[in-house]
């Protein structure tokens, strides 16, 4: 699992543009750049869609005042998805939300959790994190299921102030 001090696996993230797709790397993302990143079980599932997402949409003109270049949320859904849930939520352009279709990106981090018994597979488990230049200076893992408090917004606001 990944921890402060590790560097952000590489990876690549499918984006739809006007007519096409068009990948974003790590590299992209993260290099130069103070990121937050926080990943989530589902797009549209009750806690993500309804708390988790919700709280970072909120505050995103702070976020990016304390510091962050790039506010981000990654999640086990294809690209379509990840990009009408951008749109839905209003936050197209104000944050990337980036598509871990198979889940490589979850595993790489060692962050996967097998949702099959609730008959939703290969999913992230719910958490945040800080990366300086690809560097993880914050992570925080959900420990409990249906709830976004170690991991929301506000404790992300907490650690950027500290």
Known sequence: MIKIGDTIPV???????EDHIEHLTTQDIFAGKK???FGVPGAYTPTCHQNHLPGY???IEGLKALGADVVAVVAVNDVFVMDFWAKDTGGKGKMLYLSDGS?????AMGLDIDLSAH???LR????????DNGVVTHFNL????GVAEKT???AIIEQLQA
């Open 124 to 131: 992230n488990q719910r958490y945040s994190l800080i990366a």
């Open 57 to 59: 949409l909120d505050n």
């Open 103 to 107: 889940g490589e990106f979850a595993k």
């Open 119 to 121: 008959g939703m597979g």
């Open 152 to 154: 929301g917004a506000a």
């Open 11 to 17: 990876a690549r993230f499918p984006v739809l543009k």
């Open 35 to 37: 990121v937050i990143l």
């Open 142 to 145: 959900e420990e409990k299921p």
